[in-house]
Nanobody
């Protein structure tokens, strides 16, 4: 069983930055595939970014070039650095994980991840 706890959300002005953190339980964090998704009111949960156990990164088209995902295995933590934030980035951001390797073509699919955090709210004001 893997537990995920997100932090770092908040209110920021457009153009600003935030860094989200997701602390994971488990002794084999370094082998997990980790991802970030977000869900705005009335919308489907959307893929944001993912990082494989080997450190390969993948991004949704709407955040590419602005967001950076990274991981620190010593701290069992994955981060999402969000720069140049826009009002349309406003959403609840969820951390996701799976203890198995997820093929690249599935990284953007919610059902590929077996574990989810409770979410953290990010609000970007215009």
């Amino acid at each position: 069983q893997v537990q995920l706890v997100e932090s770092g959300g908040g209110l920021v002005q457009a153009g600003g930055s935030l860094r989200l953190s997701c602390a994971a339980s488990g002794r084999t964090f370094s082998t997990y595939t980790m991802g970030w998704f977000r869900q705005a009111p009335g919308k489907e949960r959307e893929f944001v970014a993912a990082i494989s156990a080997s450190g390969n990164t993948y991004y949704g088209s709407s955040v590419k070039g602005r967001f950076t995902i990274s991981r620190d295995s010593a701290k069992n933590t994955v981060y999402l650095q969000m720069n140049s934030l826009k009002p349309e980035d406003t959403a609840v951001y969820y951390c996701a994980a799976d203890t198995n390797r997820i093929p690249d073509y599935r990284l953007g699919l919610r059902w590929a991840y077996g574990y989810w955090g409770q979410g953290t709210q990010v609000t970007v004001s215009s």
